[in-house]
């Protein structure tokens, strides 16, 4: 994905696999010559406006979508503390973090798994302001194909594979994390250059407003958002739905 394609290719190719794959070339930022491989084009940025990223207001607090995709599972933790990668498989959070207890401040966790096709936008936004911990965490794995068919197959996948875990604070200093999970051939998850610096110079912490770029895969896989709640939210979002960066996935009623 990363070898230079000559500038008189770009545009037929990277053409071709937008009609293969229904990538909208029109939201990229630059023209498709400018782009000098498929990973290039992959990872790229969107045009001013191409999305809206909603807010909070008399409809009560809210939380977005961090990408473009489809949601394979979203809720509370089922029963027995476990989460969906799809309908009836399930694996227990601390496997996804590679912790032994969950942080303090999730306590009532919440969830929502995309995955990201090869025609969708690649990158990962933030799904609310949160204030990111230092350093992010890559956690070894291997690198299986994570397609809904594949997930409905392999028993704790994204526990499994290779995955890049940014965690913070959101709401009230509840626990927020970001579980970017390897695919097929995709180990590469790049962090934006301004917060890739913060996080190296081992700041105390970052912050990254609602809908903020935070980085992106070179190549397709899946995110797992996970975020403490109260008990009264409502899925936006369900099982199946396609999303994009910045709807809503969930969202706390108005007080009354």
Wanted: proline share 9%; glycine share 10%.
């Amino acid at each position: 994905a990363r070898a230079p394609l000559p500038g008189f290719a770009r545009r037929p190719l990277l053409g071709a696999y937008c009609r293969l794959y229904g990538a909208d070339a029109r939201e990229a930022s630059r023209p498709l010559e400018e782009y000098e491989s498929l990973a290039a084009f992959f990872s790229r940025e969107l045009r001013p406006g191409a999305r809206r990223v909603a807010t909070e207001g008399r409809d009560g607090r809210l939380v977005v979508s961090p990408c473009d995709g489809h949601v394979l599972a979203a809720g509370r933790l089922r029963p027995g503390g476990v989460l969906e990668q799809v309908k009836g498989m399930t694996y227990r959070p601390e496997e996804l973090l590679d912790v032994e207890r969950l942080p303090e401040g999730a306590r009532n966790l919440h969830y929502a798994v995309i995955y990201l096709a090869p025609g969708d936008y690649h990158a990962i936004h933030a799904p609310a302001a949160l204030r990111l911990r230092s350093p992010p965490r890559r956690v070894p794995g291997r690198l299986l194909p994570v397609s809904p068919a594949v997930a409905a197959w392999v028993p704790r996948l994204h526990a499994t594979n290779e995955r890049l875990i940014l965690e913070g604070e959101w709401a009230d200093g509840r626990y927020l994390g970001l579980v970017a999970v390897g695919a097929l051939g995709v180990g590469s998850i790049v962090l934006e250059r301004g917060l890739a610096r913060a996080l190296r110079q081992e700041l105390p912490s970052a912050d990254a407003a609602p809908g903020e770029r935070l980085g992106a895969f070179e190549m397709g896989s899946t995110v797992v958002l996970l975020y403490d709640a109260p008990e009264d939210w409502a899925l936006e979002a369900t099982e199946g739905a396609a999303v994009r960066m910045g709807q809503p996935l969930a969202r706390q009623p108005p007080c009354k």
